[in-house]
């Protein structure tokens, strides 16, 4: 995607360093963080300077590869299980970053420079899934539609592209005229300031609605289609998603609007049964106390919005059973989600 003209990826390599939009300062300013080692890495997933599954995923197995450059200029074998730990503790929910974690474990045993070529190689595949997700996602909008998104799930989100905004980018290339929903997100808002960012950026017409705000527009008709993305599908069709993902699937089906989730197979995780097994992440309770944002001067500020002195619960992440979802978006097609479809796809 091209950010002032220039194109850009949402996280890459260069040599031993890796470089991410960082995703903290946005929509404010535009800015690059270069992590030089892989401790900076898990630094940069942990505070959300890079988010989003296909992003983190990507980030990690480009940690990953670090650490093997580590092991070899130290000669320390132990350095690799001991980085990999570190990078999976960085946060506990999205599937893809133990999906790349794990390739560029297995591919550093060989040597570094195997391990370079597998992170790549996932960050490149990051792109084309999320690119056949958006040609079968696109089938879903028709002309004229208005879709609901939650959280970002677009190329801030990936590598490139995104899964739930891919198939609004096609249908908007293929001028269909769309309009987009797009859910604030707290505490993070990661739909108000990065969904809207991108959006903006695209020219695809849009509005931020507070969070409880969908429940009012589905039942005014106002919502054709409800599109998010996924943080880990579990092999029976469970999808663990940015928390209020589960909410909105409710009101979907209570309003009879198809709600559709968009996620590669990178994403799907077949050793969790089902979402209860799902690890969900509690983020700290501060998220919740202060919101940051820019001043009427330009300057960026944090700030309480909340009684100091009470507790906060910050889960990030709910889980919306299979039941509720009409369909997932794969890179390999549109399946129902259940045992058997989730299956077949990795046959
Ligand atoms: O906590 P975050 O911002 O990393 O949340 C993950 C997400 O971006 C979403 O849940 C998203 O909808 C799916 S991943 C592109």
């Known amino acids: 995607m091209k950010v002032n003209g220039k194109h850009y990826r949402t996280v890459w390599l260069e040599g031993t360093s890796v470089f991410m939009i960082d995703q903290t300062l946005l929509p404010f300013e535009f800015k690059i963080f270069e992590a030089k080692t892989y401790h900076e890495s898990c630094f940069a997933i942990r505070t959300m300077i890079t988010r989003g599954a296909g992003a ?69 595949e990051n792109i084309e899934e999320a690119r056949n997700i958006g040609k079968f996602g696109n089938e879903l909008i028709k002309d004229g539609f208005r879709i609901q998104t939650h959280c970002n799930a677009g190329w801030l989100g990936f590598v490139d592209y995104g899964s739930a905004l891919s198939p609004i980018y096609i249908a908007k290339n293929m001028g269909k005229n769309i309009f987009v929903y797009v859910d604030e997100t707290r505490p993070r808002n990661q739909g108000a300031k990065l969904t809207a960012w991108e959006l903006k950026n695209e020219n695809i017409p849009h509005a931020i609605i507070p969070d409880n705000a969908g429940a009012y527009l589905m039942s005014k008709g106002e919502v054709d289609i409800m599109i998010v993305g996924a943080d880990r599908v579990a092999a029976n069709g469970d999808v663990a998603n940015k928390i209020g993902t589960l909410e909105k699937a409710i009101v979907a089906k209570q309003y009879g609007i198809p709600f559709y989730v968009a996620a590669p197979l990178s994403t799907f995780d077949m050793e969790t049964p089902d979402g209860g097994s799902i690890p969900i992440e509690q983020r700290d309770e501060a998220e919740v106390f202060f919101q940051e944002g820019m001043d009427t001067s330009g300057r960026i500020r944090k700030i309480w919005v909340c009684n100091p002195g009470s507790a906060t619960l910050n889960p990030a992440f709910d889980v919306t059973p299979a039941e509720l979802i009409k369909g997932i978006i794969t890179d390999k097609g549109i399946i129902k989600p259940n045992q058997k479809s989730i299956a077949k796809l990795f046959e």
């Open 56 to 124: 983190i995923g990507a980030a990690a197995g480009f940690a990953m590869a670090q650490a093997w450059n580590n092991v070899e200029v130290n000669n320390d074998p132990d350095l690799a299980d001991k980085a990999r730990y570190e990078i999976e503790s960085t946060r506990p929910t999205a599937r893809n970053l133990f999906y790349a974690v794990e390739r560029v474990y297995n591919a550093g045993k060989i040597s570094f420079e195997k391990a370079v070529n597998e992170a790549q190689k996932i960050a490149d």
